[in-house]
Structures are given as structure tokens and as C-alpha cells.
């Protein structure tokens, strides 16, 4: 989170800056717990793919004084956060699971919620390939630790397909819900989903594999998702289903697609953590100093 | 959790697609093929080298039912295979051209990266870094692995001459991974990049492999060391394809996010790729997404873009030739001082004339230099302008005393002759205009003084003079001429001249009209005649600051000047332009870049690095000479090997689109894109692209018309144009009249929507909504001249602060009510029947506030219904809501809900007969509903649009916009 000038033209953006929060998120989270209730009587709670950390910041300030455990985890470095174990790993690999289990002494989580998103490359078809996969990577490290009747949260993009997703997730929680905070922007396809009651498969023993791909990894989990056909016939279509939507947040809060008109010289406040370096640093660098070719 | 979700796919045969524009995802050079994946559609177009290089489309089917191909390779007997998503086909080139492929889409349950074919296996690699090795008679398979299952953004599959198989995997997380198929060996794990790697190949004889990422450089290694032999760096953001040469293994081409085609070489010891060609503003907005290159028999790239475009580019070099003065001196043995320089120049057909600044002149032709004796020549020493006719081999040199040199070059020997001046006295000739038609060949004369008549001389095709008159000189201080033309069927000229102003004249009564200051730039710098009849001409005006207008002169009992179409370059200069076959192609100068554009069709034909304007310069149909240093003339030719210079299919916008509408007629397209453009496209044989228009600078909302002759666009910044619209034969638009915004200026305030009612011949009822809640009622006169009476302001007012998406005007009965939706989910209904007086009122009480939708309402539908309305809402909450609404009072009934109407936002509702709408939805289905007693989806079908979002409907046919364009037909209504 820069210093912008979106300081100007979005009140989540500044009211995150004011309020101390890594990033504007942070307002999603509060608000689909709002709606749902979701930090009421957990202990155990992991936040994946958590840099900058402003789920994990808000999971902190809710949590306090309840004997929560929670762990953070990313493969980018985050700054610490009071209260928070936070661990720079991969979500796929099976000694990232053990290393969440033992700080949770062998007990499994009450929630797990990813935050998460790749870099788009304006394909939308891979973009949302790619989300899904992300999706599910978290999923399965959420099978393998969360407990029965546990809370998975995770963002999504709402595009083609996302109703087999929906669907898969119908075999493994009680209920599966497609909610907008107030603070997410109605122009973006983004949203989360929230599982509540998770049900593990019966007979189905997830396990982390490195060798594994996720959907090897789901293969014996029965949910719904279509494997290789005989000769590669084109599979009739998959099971779909339509996630109930809810809006979250008071109707009354700040609309994340309006214009508000603030004060002039309010002072432009410092962002709570530098963004991190991204990998066109050099190039960028480069430009700066006339040292790419043009022709 | 509803059911399942049955209305994905339903009585597809309801829609029939008609046309399609959008990314194209993959493209192969095969033999004189090139293959085009157009997202789900094969394209295949044959080359056929005539005089010059013809591509036409010889095979066009969607073969993926949803998938788009992102991937085509094809051996050398023609073996073809498509792949894209989890989809896959194999086929025969020359099965599918003779109308005989077996079109099977066959599928894995993973992403497939890339394939290939290796014997009689077909390999496909998925995303986790896995090869199914599939045996091609029998679709059996194996899956083979490296024990390393990074997820994949890129891959590619070489098989060596020798049968060894390398897997180039591009991961997620910055790691180039190369193994052998056969050993399932990792051979190198490349970790030189920062960030995913978005493209790796190895070049046929396994010597190099050259790589991209998210750190936008290129890197090519050596295979057997593993080591990084040099990196290119140019590529202003993400890389997107690489290409190995065919025939020259350290040659690569790149595409990327940037819209550049850059060719790049490798010269062993240089640590840097060295770039030997960058071609940009060959695709529109954002992402060339594939490319190929041939340099063994049609030297030749191809490169499609996010814009649908698919452009073929020459990969011969430029050909350009330079002569110094000292060259000149020794070839001619002319001997120039030290500040001689060379001064001006004519192109005729078989030679080129050159006047040194000392009088001497030269003629060059077959690369050499020869002299050319004529008496007085001191009379061109310190001023001369050379101009001339190429048809008839005539180039005229104007003295500072108003003197003329011909020289005709019609016979081997030049005849040179002198017209001696009888009409300026002392006064210095400062420009010499010329201009041929219909076998008449005019030169006129100008000179600064204003009481000085223009002479004009009439010259037959022999070059006799014919006549001379004497024009009047516009009387202003100063009217510096630039342009002319002459208008054979009416006897006009017209005079073009700095402060966008010009002079006509009707040369039987030499009668003259003045018209100033046709548009804000400063200097005309062409003129051309587009069409003319009796009384009635078309002029193009061109405009140094990059403004263009279409214009009609008239004469009654005097000359009149209506401007029908305006639009302004976003960047460069025009010099001038001309219109071939109804493209209007523009050239000019751009910092130091010498370009010509194609503005009908948005691409450059041509650029050349010369150093800037203020240079000596022509442009002849197939060079471009200019002077550098003064001294050193510059011959580039432009080398037009391509029909359509190599433009194979023209595409739509490059960014997303954010509405469509259809004028009343049906004739026209409007779209508004991201790219802050409005395009205007003919619906004639599929949406034909004819403008860009430009005026806006803000992200766009909406468009639409608001009658036949008036449109209007909305945007960010507050920016809200009326455009006119002049159906011809093409059809012309200008920025007719533009809001004025708020006192305070915010750049992220959006109009975000508005509606209006006719009340009389161009006299609206306009409403704007805004994303501060913002709504404003306006009344606009179009037949009135000034702002002050064109534009009244009735109604200025806020709903809450909250967003508003939707707005409607209904009147009926002397009653008039005002219709929003907002992001809050409700819709609020006032009326607004006592507020349409001139003086700026509130909006009081509103008689509806209902809530239909849990948070946006993005999609609203009003149409007369019995008595009353109905009206369907739309909501990012996936339902769908149609209440009725009677008359008098605007009580709204709920009448049919449907909650999970979708599985995302819906976008947008097109009406498309009694009862019957069409729906659009971010999860890229298109339903038809009907409402009658209940709501029922009649039918659904997948769009290859990926964020689908806006829609409009001319009868029967739809118009789906996002991603790129479609059209379909709603069959059975």
C-alpha cells in the first residue's frame, strides 16, 4: 500500500492507513465476520498466503485475550505481527502442515481463510486457472488440518466455472456461501467464499504430497470433478451448483465504488508497510536511467 | 445452496453465433498457412505471393466448444494438433482445407502447457510439470514426470533431430526447469529470472534456450553449460511469446503486454541481446498474445493481439540510401562551399531533382548524380521552393522574385525554361502551392503582403500556360497559405492556411468566403478534395496538431462550411494524408519519428527515425527522402509488400469493452472501451470498424443514441459528450457539445450512467447519475448555437453517497418520473413531472425506495407494459427481478424473482421481444428469459467473451461485449 493519490478517492484505502492496517482488506475480513460470526469460539486459525498480513492483523485484534493461536503463512517474508506465528513456507508441502500442527501441539485448526491472489495476466481463462488452483492448494492443506465442523474462508473471482467450484465445495462443508463485503468493489469479480460445517469426505484420507498435483490430490475425494476419460473423451459437463450470495457489511458503511469528496489538505498519510519489491524492479530501474533499448 | 446448476447449457440452438471478436491466442506459420487460434475458432489463411504478398482467409470454425486455443503445432507432413485449457484436437491440414477434418475435441482434466508430436505419440504437458504421452492410434497413454511438479505458466516440448525429447518448463515461482523426456532426468533447473516465467523454448539443434519472465527481460543460455550467454532488455512490461528463428538459431522474436514486436539477435561476447527491430503500434491497447515468425520463405512475422488483430510484418531490412554533399560534389564535380547545403527536391517518376543552396541543381537517377546547366541560376541562390507534377514530369522551381523555372523531363534532354514575373513588383515570394485535375496542372504564386493579389496559373498537360488570374487575398494581416485544391466540376479553389483557417474561391466570379478557426489547432497543412458534385464538395482538412476534419463546402448565394467529423491523434503531428479505398491514412512526425498511419484500421505502416520535422522532407508513394545534417540526403524506401500492408484481420478494441449500442437504424455499432476510445463500426457483413474517436480521456461508462442523429458518452473526470452523427458512406461523427463539469474538479468522479426523452425535434430531458450519488436532470436544446442556451441545468441533487449504476426517464401521460439503481441494492423512483422548469431545483421525496437486490443493482430494464412499465433489475447478487409498475401512482409490484438467476453478477438485459430478454453475466453464460406469468430461462449458451459486460439488441440479433465482441442471432422469437 503506496502513497498515492487513491488517498483522494478511496475511503477504505484511508481509513486503512488511519486505522493502522497493512492493507484495505482488512475491512473484507471484518466485515464478512460481521456477517457471520466467524471468530466466535476459534482458537486455532491459520491464514494462508498472508503477506502483506492484514487478515492476520485483524485476526490478531479480534482474537486478543481469547488464548488464540494463529499462524500466518507465505512464501514472501511479512513483517511479525503480536500474536501471530508467522512462517515463510509453501502450502503445498507436507512439512509446512506438520510445522502448523505442532505449534497447535497436534490439535487441528477451527479456521483456515486465504487471502490470496496471483499476478493476472489478462487471460481470464488462465487467470482463473490459476486462481482455482491457488484455491485449491489451500483447500488441501485446510482437509489435513481443519476439524470437522471447521470454517474455511478463501477469495475467489467470480468468472466462468466458478459454480464447479461451488459445487466441489458442497461435498466437503454443511454450507457453502458466495459473500461481497461492502468493502470489496462491485466492478471487481472478486468475492469470497465461506464453507461452514466442514465434513470431511468419508473414507477419504487427504494426505500432502509434493508429487502430488491438486487434482491427484482430490481424486479419492469423490467431489464431483471429472477425471481423464477413455481415450480422452470430451467429459459431459461437470457438476454446477450456485453458491447462495450474500452482501456483507452494513448497507450504510462507506460504498467502495463511490466517490466521496474529502477535505482539501488533509495530509497524505505514510503507508502502514512499504509494498514489496516487485520482479520489474530492474527493469523499471533501467527505464529510469534510459538504459533499455527502444530501437 | 440451490440445486444444480441446470442453466449453464440449455436449448443452445436458440442462439446462433454470427460473429466474433476477441484475443487470438495462438497463430503458426505452416508452408503458405498461417493458423490462427481466434479463441475457440481455427482460422486458416492462405498466402499467395502476386506482385505483392495477398493473405486470405481460406477455413474458419469454432472447433472448442469453450476453450480457446492457446497453443497449435503442426509437423511437417501437415500432422496438426490444437490445444488450449483442458481441450485438445488432433487433425490433418489437408483434411480440414479439402472440408474433410474429423473436428473431435477430446479433453484432459488439467491445464494442457503446451504439446507436441514425437513419433507416433502426441506428448501434452499440463500445468504440473506432467508429459501424457499418448499413443496417436489408439489414445492410450502414459504420464511422465521429472519428480518435480511446479506449477507451469509456460512450457514447450523440442524434439531433436536425434529423437531426444526436452520439456522446457516455465514455473510459477521464477525456476526454468529443462529435463529429458526419455531419462525423466532433470538436465538444468535455471534460476537466472525474477518472477513467473511466462515463456521457454529450446531451438531445434539443442544449442541454445531462451527464456522470459515477469522481470521483463529475455534471457538465452547455452544448453549444455546451463549458463546465461546474454539478456535482452527493451520490453516496457511482460513478454508474452518467443520465437527461435527458423533458419538463424540466435535470432528470436518477442510479443509482449506492451503491443511491441521485437526481433533481437545474439553476437557471441555481447553480454546484451542485441534488439534489431521494434515494431509498435501495430495492435491496439494492451497484449500481442502470439506470434511466429518466417525467415526461410516469406520472410514474414505474424503477431495477434487482445484487440482481435491479427498483422503480418516484413522482415526484409529497410533499404535505405544516403548521399553527402561531398558524394554529389565527386560524382558530379560540382564544387559546393562550406555552408552550401542542400536546399530542396522533387521526385518524378525515374529520377530525382535536387537543388543545392547555391543554385546549383542535380539530377539523380540509377545512383548516380549528373548535373543540370540552366541560365540564371544565380537567381536561386539564397531561396528557391521545388515543387512539381510527376505525371507529367515537370518540376517547378520558384524564385525569390516571383520567377518560375520549368523543367519538363518528358525526353531524354531536360528542357528548362524561365516565366518571368509581371505581377508582384518588389514584393518576395514566399510559398508556391500546386495542384493537378482532370489534365489541368495549377500553380499559384503567394506572397505576404496582402494587397498583393495570389496568382494563379493554369497550365494544360503539355505545360502551356493556359490562363492566369488574380486573386483577391483574404483580407487579414496575415494569411499564410499552406494547401490547395482545385475543385474541376464546381471551378473552386481552396486555400488552406495557418489558424486551422480556409479561403474558397469560385474561380468563375472569384467571388471568395473566409472560414476561421474551423477547429483549436494552429497550422492546415493539407487539403483534399474527398468527394464533389454540382455545388456540393467534400474536403479532408488536416491539421498539424494531429485534429482531422470532414468537412462539406456548399455554395447557394454564398460558399457555407459544415465540419461532419473531428477527431484528433492522441499523439504526433499530421503533415498530411490522403483516403485509399475509404481508409484514411495520415503521416507526420512523431519527437523524431517520421510515421504513417493507417487511422481507419489503427496501425503504423511505416516509421522512419529521420530526427524531426524541422527538416527537409518528401514523401513520394514509395520513398520517404529527407536531409540530415543538411548535407546528407536520405532515401528510405517504403517497401508495400503486403495487400492491406499486411493487415489479415482487423479486430475491435484492445482493451474491455464497457457498453454497445446499435443506432436506430441498425446501421452502426458504438462501443465504449477502457481504452478511453469510442469506436463506430458499420454492421455490414459482421462489425467493420470505421473510427476511434478520441476526445475522451477518462475511463468510459456508458454509450448510447440518444435519436437518430444525436449519440452521447459517458466517463470519469466528469466527462459526458454529445456526438453528431452523419450517416454518408461512411459514417462521420464529431463532438457535438460537450457538460461542463463540477466547480471542483475530481478526477475519479464517473458519470456513471444517464437517460433521456425527446420532447421535440432535438430537444431532450437528459438525466446523468454519478458514483457521489450525484443526479442531475438537464434539458438540452441541440438546435441552439451557444452553450448558455443549448444546456440548462434543472435538477441538481444527491441520493445518499452511495454509487448509482442505473437511471431511467419514463413520461407518460404529462407525468415524467425519474428511475435509479444503485450499488445499495434499491430502486428509487421520483417525480420529476414539476421540475423541468429552467431554474435548478431538489428532487424532495422519492414515491418508491425498494430494495430489489442485496448490494448492486447492475443491470436495469424499463419498457411500457399494458397500462404501466415492467421493469427487470439485475443484480451482482446473481437474481433477477422483474416488477410491474402502474400508472398513475408508479406502485411497484414484484411479479418474478429468480435468486440464483446466474453463478455471477449479472452485467446487462437486452430486450428482444414481447415478454423475452436476453441476460449477460460474468460467468460467460447468455440466457434468454421470458417472463409471462413466470419467469423461465428459455435457453443458455456459453460465450467466449470472458468478462462479459455489457449487451445490446437490434431485433433479433444481440450484441455481447467484454472481452472482445460477439454477435448472435436469438433464433424463434
Not at chain 1, 1 to 16: E, N
Not at chain 1, 246 to 275: F, H, K, W
Not at chain 2, 378 to 385: G, Q, R, S, T
Request: aromatic share 10%; charged share 20%.
Amino acid at each position: 500500500m503506496g502513497k498515492s493519490s487513491k488517498d483522494k478517492r478511496d475511503l477504505y484505502y484511508r481509513r486503512a492507513k488511519e486505522e493502522g492496517w497493512r492493507a484495505r482488506s482488512a475491512f473484507k475480513l471484518l466485515q464478512l465476520n460481521q456477517e457471520f460470526n466467524l471468530f466466535d469460539g476459534i482458537t486455532r486459525v491459520v491464514d494462508l498466503c498472508a503477506a502483506p498480513g492484514s487478515w492476520s492483523q485483524v485476526l490478531s485484534r479480534e482474537l486478543q485475550g481469547k488464548n488464540a493461536k494463529i499462524v500466518a503463512v507465505d512464501l514472501q517474508p511479512m513483517t511479525p505481527i503480536d500474536g501471530v506465528t508467522t512462517i515463510q513456507a509453501d502450502i503445498t508441502h507436507p512439512n509446512t502442515l506438520q510445522t502448523i500442527l505442532d505449534i497447535f501441539a497436534g490439535e487441528q485448526a477451527d479456521f483456515v481463510c486465504s487471502d490470496g491472489a496471483p499476478d493476472v495476466t489478462g487471460l481470464h481463462d488462465l487467470d482463473e486457472y490459476i486462481q482455482a488452483q491457488l484455491i485449491l492448494s489451500a483447500l488441501q492443506l485446510t482437509t489435513c488440518l481443519l476439524k470437522p465442523g471447521g470454517t474455511f474462508v478463501a477469495k475467489i473471482f467470480r468468472g466462468r466455472d466458478i459454480d464447479l467450484l461451488y459445487s466441489q465445495l458442497s461435498y466437503l462443508f454443511e454450507r457453502v456461501i458466495c459473500a461481497k463485503p461492502r468493502a470489496s468493489r462491485g466492478t471487481s469479480l472478486e468475492a469470497f467464499i465461506v464453507c461452514l460445517g466442514y465434513k470431511p469426505r468419508p473414507g477419504w484420507n487427504p494426505k500432502l504430497d509434493l508429487q502430488t498435483s491438486t487434482e491427484e490430490f482430490f481424486e479419492g475425494a469423490d467431489i464431483g470433478k471429472a477425471g481423464n476419460l477413455e481415450h480422452f473423451e470430451l467429459p459431459d459437463d461437470e457438476e454446477r451448483k450456485i453458491a447462495k450470495f450474500v452482501a456483507c457489511g452494513d448497507i450504510n458503511d462507506v460504498d467502495s465504488d463511490a466517490t466521496y469528496t474529502l477535505e482539501l489538505n488533509r495530509l497524505a498519510l505514510e503507508p502502514v508497510q512499504m509494498p514489496t519489491a516487485p520482479p520489474y524492479k530492474k527493469a523499471l530501474e533501467m527505464k529510469r536511467r534510459g538504459d533499455l533499448i527502444r530501437r | 445452496m440451490s440445486g444444480f446448476n441446470q442453466i449453464s447449457s440449455l436449448n443452445e440452438v436458440e442462439f446462433a453465433p454470427l460473429h466474433h471478436y476477441g484475443p487470438v491466442t495462438a497463430l503458426k506459420i505452416y508452408k503458405n498457412y498461417v493458423l490462427a487460434g481466434y479463441g475457440p475458432i481455427l482460422k486458416i489463411y492462405q498466402m499467395t505471393q502476386g506482385d505483392l504478398l495477398d493473405v486470405a482467409e481460406v477455413f474458419c470454425k469454432q472447433v472448442f466448444s469453450r476453450n480457446k486455443i492457446h497453443h497449435i503445432e503442426i509437423t511437417s507432413q501437415g500432422r496438426l494438433c490444437l490445444s488450449g485449457a483442458r481441450s485438445f484436437m488432433v487433425l490433418d491440414l489437408e483434411e480440414v482445407l479439402q472440408g474433410k477434418g474429423n473436428f473431435k475435441e477430446r479433453a484432459i482434466n488439467e491445464w494442457i502447457v503446451t504439446c507436441a508430436f514425437y513419433e507416433n505419440w502426441l506428448l501434452i504437458l499440463n500445468s504440473h510439470n506432467v508429459v501424457y504421452k499418448v499413443d496417436l492410434a489408439s489414445f492410450e497413454f502414459d504420464k511422465v514426470h521429472c519428480q518435480e511438479k511446479s506449477i507451469l505458466y509456460s512450457g514447450s516440448i523440442q524434439v531433436l533431430d536425434n529423437g531426444t525429447v526436452y520439456v522446457a518448463a516455465g514455473t510459477v515461482m521464477s525456476g526454468v526447469i529443462i529435463w529429458d523426456l526419455h531419462s525423466r532426468k532433470i538436465v538444468h533447473n535455471l534460476t537466472d529470472h525474477e518472477g513467473s516465467i511466462f515463456g521457454v523454448k529450446v531451438d531445434k539443434t539443442g544449442k541454445y534456450i531462451v527464456s522470459c519472465s515477469d522481470d521483463r527481460s529475455i534471457k538465452l543460455y547455452d544448453f549444455a553449460s546451463g549458463t546465461v550467454l546474454a539478456t535482452g532488455w527493451g520490453h516496457g512490461s511482460r513478454i508474452w511469446t518467443l520465437e527461435f528463428f527458423k533458419g538463424d538459431n540466435v535470432k528470436i522474436m518477442s510479443t509482449g503486454e506492451d503491443c511491441s514486436l521485437r526481433l533481437w539477435q545474439y553476437q557471441e561476447g555481447n553480454s546484451q541481446l542485441v534488439q534489431l527491430e521494434m515494431v509498435e503500434n501495430c495492435h491496439s491497447g494492451k497484449h500481442i498474445w502470439s506470434g511466429d515468425v518466417d525467415d526461410l520463405e516469406y520472410q514474414v512475422c505474424v503477431t495477434g493481439g487482445a484487440d482481435g488483430r491479427i498483422k503480418l510484418h516484413d522482415l526484409n531490412k529497410v533499404n535505405r540510401t544516403e548521399y553527402s554533399l561531398q558524394e554529389i560534389s565527386s560524382q558530379t564535380g560540382l564544387v559546393f562551399g562550406k555552408k552550401d547545403f542542400i536546399r530542396d527536391y522533387f521526385e518524378l517518376k525515374d529520377r530525382l531533382i535536387v537543388l543545392i543552396s547555391n543554385g546549383d541543381l542535380v539530377e539523380y537517377s540509377d545512383n548516380s548524380f549528373k548535373t543540370i546547366a540552366f541560365n540564371d541560376q544565380h537567381k536561386l541562390k539564397d531561396f528557391a521552393i521545388v515543387k512539381g507534377f510527376s505525371d507529367i514530369n515537370i518540376v517547378i522551381i520558384a524564385a525569390r522574385n516571383g520567377d518560375l523555372l520549368i523543367a519538363d523531363f518528358t525526353s531524354d534532354l531536360p528542357q528548362l525554361s524561365w516565366i518571368q514575373d509581371e505581377y508582384l513588383g518588389s514584393n518576395k515570394l514566399t510559398n508556391l502551392l500546386v495542384y493537378s485535375t482532370d489534365n489541368k496542372y495549377y500553380v499559384l504564386v503567394d506572397v505576404p503582403n496582402p494587397n498583393i493579389p495570389f496568382i494563379l496559373r493554369e497550365f494544360d498537360s503539355s505545360f502551356n500556360l493556359v490562363n492566369v488570374t488574380q486573386l483577391s487575398q483574404p483580407n487579414q494581416t496575415s494569411f499564410t497559405t499552406t494547401d490547395m485544391v482545385v475543385d474541376s466540376v464546381n471551378n473552386w479553389l481552396v486555400i488552406a492556411s495557418r489558424y486551422v483557417t480556409i479561403a474558397a474561391y469560385d474561380l468563375s466570379t472569384t467571388s471568395m468566403a473566409l472560414f476561421k478557426k474551423l477547429s483549436p489547432g494552429d497550422t492546415i497543412t493539407s487539403v483534399q478534395i474527398i468527394t464533389s458534385k454540382t455545388n456540393e464538395l467534400a474536403l479532408l482538412i488536416l491539421v498539424k496538431d494531429g485534429s482531422y476534419l470532414y468537412t462539406t463546402l456548399t455554395l447557394s448565394t454564398t460558399f457555407h462550411l459544415d465540419v461532419t467529423h473531428a477527431n484528433k491523434l492522441t499523439k504526433g503531428f499530421i503533415e498530411g494524408g490522403y483516403i485509399k479505398s475509404n481508409k484514411l491514412v495520415l503521416y507526420g512526425f512523431k519527437s523524431s519519428y517520421f510515421y504513417i498511419w493507417n487511422e481507419t484500421c489503427q496501425f503504423e505502416i511505416m516509421n522512419e527515425l529521420c530526427g524531426g520535422s524541422h527538416r527537409q522532407w518528401k514523401l513520394a508513394p514509395s520513398k520517404f527522402i529527407y536531409v540530415k545534417d543538411k548535407t546528407t540526403l536520405v532515401i528510405r524506401n517504403i517497401a508495400h509488400r503486403f495487400v492491406n500492408d499486411g493487415l489479415i484481420h482487423l479486430g475491435t478494441h484492445g482493451r474491455e469493452i464497457r457498453d454497445v449500442a446499435v443506432s436506430p437504424d441498425g446501421k452502426l455499432l458504438v462501443s465504449a472501451s477502457e481504452d478511453a476510445t469510442i469506436a463506430v463500426s458499420q454492421l455490414e457483413d459482421g462489425v467493420k470498424g470505421i473510427w476511434s474517436m478520441n476526445n475522451h480521456i477518462s475511463g468510459l461508462q456508458r454509450v448510447k443514441f440518444l435519436n437518430s442523429e444525436y449519440m452521447a458518452s459517458s466517463a470519469a473526470n466528469e466527462e459526458f459528450i454529445i456526438w453528431k452523427v452523419t450517416q454518408s458512406n461512411i459514417p462521420l461523427v464529431k463532438e457535438f457539445v460537450r457538460l461542463k463539469p463540477s466547480a471542483v474538479e475530481n478526477p475519479d468522479l464517473r458519470i456513471m450512467n444517464f437517460a433521456s426523452i425527446e420532447l421535440e425535434s432535438n430537444v431532450f430531458i437528459l438525466v446523468t447519475v454519478y458514483s457521489n450519488s450525484n443526479i442531475k436532470i438537464w434539458r438540452i436544446d441541440l438546435n441552439k448555437e451557444h452553450y448558455g442556451d443549448m444546456v440548462k441545468l434543472l435538477v441538481n441533487d444527491f441520493y445518499t453517497t452511495c454509487c448509482i449504476l442505473n437511471v431511467e426517464l419514463l413520461q407518460k401521460d404529462d407525468k415524467t418520473w425519474l428511475m435509479i439503481g444503485a450499488t445499495d441494492g434499491y430502486v428509487t423512483i421520483w417525480d420529476v413531472t414539476s421540475k423541468l422548469d429552467p431554474e435548478e431545483h431538489k428532487l424532495g421525496a422519492s414515491i418508491i425506495h425498494q430494495q430489489l437486490h442485496q448490494n448492486g443493482v447492475k443491470a436495469m430494464e424499463v419498457f411500457t407494459h399494458q397500462d404501466g412499465y415492467r421493469l427487470i433489475t439485475g443484480g451482482d447478487d446473481n437474481a433477477l427481478v422483474v416488477c410491474d409498475l402502474q400508472v398513475p401512482d408508479l406502485k411497484l409490484d414484484i411479479v418474478g424473482y429468480e435468486e440464483s438467476a446466474a453463478s455471477a453478477t449479472i452485467t446487462s438485459i437486452s430486450v428482444v421481444g414481447e415478454h423475452k430478454f436476453v441476460t449477460t453475466s460474468v460467468d460467460q453464460i447468455v440466457r434468454i428469459w421470458e417472463y409471462n406469468e413466470g419467469l423461465t430461462c428459455l435457453s443458455a449458451r456459453y460465450t467466449t467473451i470472458a468478462d462479459t459486460g455489457c449487451s445490446a439488441s437490434m431485433g433479433s440479433t444481440i450484441y455481447i461485449g467484454g472481452a472482445g465482441l460477439s454477435s448472435w442471432k436469438v433464433n424463434n422469437l
